[in-house]
């Protein structure tokens, strides 16, 4: 019949236009799932690390204690960032915090009072007319840099004016951000450290290390005018005098770690010995010829080792200066 005819015709028409519309119904699927799966990998692909500004501001440093390497700072810890950040959680690598007080805390700000003892590696090769760098090492414990990234900021760093170290001289202060990276985690940290240079008082400490050597030598030297009779007094003067030597630089020493290497102050006792040593020889040889009743050569050899020996002590303790200070 005619009017089945035409509902045939309209049911395969709607068939041919449902066949037609599937592929571009599902190239639309596949299109908007991929443009979903962008939007929400966009933000991980373009996320940039926390920038946070770090200030130390020191207002106390305590004794410098040579044998262990260890000192006591007191100061402010100011850490900032700007917009939607976080300022993370640090951890000091030199040393640790004996007493921390929370002053700021906000979103994009933190503010610390720090009582921490720290430890370095002192370099004691020009004792006593040593210099060194006081550090504090400040590190996030878990934001590589990727995450989050330290930059200095001088207007919350410094010294204060009336911070002394007792027996040194504070020369200046700096503060950087450098990065670390860590070989067996393939992860690179940003570390902000900030800086103390102290150095010894000039001359003065070594006067009152090296004074007393000076007077023993000078004692050791002017026993060479002891001759005849009086030798046996003169070898005993110069031994004591070795002794002596001898004390004071155990005494010395007793301030200083173990070392594998010798400090100056090793090097000007060497020389002090080899002065020492030289003049108790001369009294010895001395001695002999008095004993054979060799006139001639004890007068000598007593002649020439008072117009030497003083001068060449002088010339030792010079070239000692020149070439290991």
Sequence with gaps: MPSQRFAYCILLLATLMAL??????????????????????????????????????????????????????????????????????????????????????????????IEGEFLRNLDLRNYPFDSHILQ???????????????????????????????????????????????????ETYSRYVFTINIARPGWTSAVDMFLPVLFLVFICLASMLLTGSRLESRIILTVTTLLAAVFFQFTLDSTLPPLGYFTFADKFMITTYMIMVST????????????????VKAEKIQHYSILIMPILAIVVYVVTFLIFL
Excluded at 68 to 78: A, P, Q, V
Excluded at 165 to 178: E, F
Excluded at 282 to 294: E, G, Q, T
Aim: net charge negative; proline share 5%.
């Design 20 to 113: 037609v519309s599937v592929p571009s119904a599902h190239a639309q699927f596949v299109n908007s799932f991929t443009n979903s799966r962008s939007l929400l990998s966009s933000p991980f692909t373009v996320q940039t690390p926390s920038v946070v500004k770090v200030g130390i501001y020191v207002i106390q440093i305590g004794q410098v204690n040579l044998a262990s390497g260890t000192y006591t700072i007191d100061f402010y810890l100011t850490l900032q960032c700007s917009g939607k950040c976080t300022v993370g959680s640090f951890e000091f690598l030199d040393g640790h915090a004996t007493n921390v007080v929370l002053i700021e805390n906000e979103t994009n700000l933190k503010q610390y009072r």
């Design 280 to 295: 108790l020889v001369i009294a010895i040889v001395l001695l002999k010829y008095n004993d054979r009743k060799d006139e």
């Design 136 to 186: 504090i090492q400040i590190e996030d414990q878990l934001l590589t840099k990727d995450q989050l990234v330290y930059v200095p900021n001088p207007n919350t760093s410094g010294m204060d004016p009336n911070v002394v170290v007792v027996g040194w001289v504070v020369s200046g202060w700096n503060g950087t951000a450098v990065d670390h990276f860590y070989p067996p985690y393939n």
